[in-house]
């Protein structure tokens, strides 16, 4: 007969210890280290649901539209980035009032200045800015300056060197007839960074039609804003990414502790692109946006040249009942992107967008405010150029008091424009007929 083992003596089992309970609020204390890196990364392919054809439904779907909290989730798995709490923002209208806060913000500046800017002219404007750069280098500050070659080809050679002569480092990016390949690829972006706190974006390049008083002859309409909080830091890590490709040193950026919650001001996601990188998470997150929308979806832009995909999701927006409207140029600089934006309105307007025509002024904004909570401003056209060839940067903004004062300005902007109705629109000359068929089919190549 087998005889089994002893079992060995029973053990006095061993009490769990509770669960500590966190006091409530405490995860609005907790922070992330973020290390300096550009995000989306390069590479990152969206997945499927995230795509522009099919993340619509996603957002359509989310419980309070935009003011829902899945809303923050969706943006933040579409572009894989953080979004920032904390920020102070001031919207300018003007351009002067714009480039007194520029200057007044270099003076200020303690250790670092970084400038990008598509058009840096030598003009009145660009040598008072010069000015201010010089004087901080002078300080000891350190002042690096990127402006696009193409953007910037007319300013004179004499004036980079004199930044030279100033202990600014300035660098060209793509410069004009550098490398054939590269040229169509251009560094839009309208960006500051002082200290790595205060930032600046906006539609506003350097020059005197941007820095002139609103109403003064020859200004132009424009939108920009300052930031203070941690955003200005993602600007700075964005900032990097053109400079070192139009050879700039490159320089040191430290990782930053970021709070989860609880700070006071704007949540801002810092959505940046460039060729290859972003674009398609910029389309995806200004899709979402308008699919989340539930009541008012208002955009003001430059050059409006959009895709047929543009033109379903403004459409489906316009038919589930939210108020949509376009504000775009009836002066402009570049004519021909008007009327490729032209071949397109029948189709909107049958739909039930509406349309204004801005009459005051060439028109230069780039902007978005959606139920009066979620705003988008920075340096992208609603054109292929935008998302296919250019470095862009925005500021995707969640807060009701920006989204209040972008709303004004729309409604302040109206009173100086023009609606396009769809009578008048079938009524215009065969000419103009002829000119936005042709415009349009171009429209991937302007």
């Known amino acids: 007969m087998a005889v089994l083992p002893k079992a060995p003596p029973a053990r006095a089992k061993r009490?769990?210890?509770?669960?500590?309970?966190?006091?409530p609020g405490r995860r609005r204390h907790l922070i992330r280290r973020l290390r300096p890196m550009l995000r989306p990364r390069s590479g990152h392919r969206l997945p499927r649901e995230l795509r522009a054809r099919n993340v619509g439904r996603l957002a359509a779907g989310i419980e309070g539209g935009l003011l829902g909290p899945a809303f923050e989730g969706l943006l933040q798995r579409i572009e894989q980035s953080p979004i920032y709490p904390g920020?102070?923002?001031?919207?300018?209208?003007d351009g002067d009032q714009a480039f007194s806060a520029i200057e007044e913000a270099v003076a200020a500046a303690e250790r670092e200045v970084l400038l990008e800017s598509y058009i840096f002219k030598d003009d009145l404007i660009g040598c008072r800015l010069f000015g201010a750069l010089a004087a901080a280098a002078h300080?000891?500050?350190?002042?690096?300056?990127?402006?696009?070659?193409?953007?910037?080809?007319?300013?004179?050679?004499?004036?980079?060197?004199?930044?030279?002569?100033q202990g600014i480092e300035a660098h060209l990016f793509h410069p004009a007839f550098g490398g054939l390949w590269y040229q169509p690829f251009r560094d839009h972006r309208k960006i500051l960074v002082v200290d790595r706190r205060i930032a600046f974006t906006g539609g506003m390049n350097i020059g005197q039609e941007y820095g002139s008083p609103s109403g003064a002859r020859g200004a132009w309409r424009d939108s920009h804003l300052r930031l203070t909080g941690p955003a200005a830091w993602e600007m700075a890590t964005v900032f990097c990414e053109g400079w070192e490709r139009a050879g700039g040193r490159p320089f040191e950026l430290s990782p930053m502790v970021l709070k989860a919650a609880g700070e006071e001001g704007a949540r801002v996601l810092v959505l940046d692109a460039r060729p290859m990188r972003g674009s398609a998470e910029a389309i995806s997150t200004l899709t979402a946006i308008a699919a989340a929308a539930r009541a008012r979806l208002w955009?003001?832009?430059?050059?409006?040249?959009?895709?047929?995909?543009?033109?379903r999701v403004l459409a489906r927006a316009a038919r589930r009942g939210v108020d949509v409207r376009l504000l775009l140029p009836a002066r402009t600089d570049v004519p021909i992107v008007r009327h490729a934006g032209h071949g397109f309105f029948a189709a909107l307007l049958r739909h039930g967008v509406r349309i204004f025509e801005y009459e005051a002024a060439v028109l230069h904004a780039k902007s978005l405010v959606a139920d009066g909570y979620v705003s988008v401003l920075g340096s992208t056209n609603l054109d292929f150029r935008s998302f296919l060839f250019n470095a862009e940067c925005n500021l995707v903004m969640l807060d009701h008091e920006v989204?209040?004062?972008l709303e004004q300005a729309f409604e302040n902007d109206l009173?100086?424009?023009a609606e396009v109705t769809a009578a008048a629109w079938r009524g215009r000359t065969l000419g103009?007929?002829?000119?936005?068929?042709?415009?349009?089919?171009?429209?991937?190549?302007?």
């Open 15 to 23: 009490q769990k210890r509770p669960k500590r309970l966190k006091p």
């Open 87 to 93: 920020n102070r923002i001031a919207v300018y209208l």
């Open 139 to 165: 300080r000891g500050v350190a002042v690096r300056v990127l402006a696009d070659g193409l953007g910037s080809a007319s300013t004179r050679t004499a004036f980079w060197q004199a930044m030279a002569e």
């Open 299 to 311: 955009i003001t832009n430059a050059y409006f040249a959009p895709g047929h995909g543009a033109v």
């Open 403 to 405: 989204a209040g004062t």
């Open 415 to 417: 009173r100086s424009a």
């Open 432 to 446: 103009h007929r002829a000119l936005d068929r042709v415009c349009r089919v171009l429209s991937p190549v302007l």
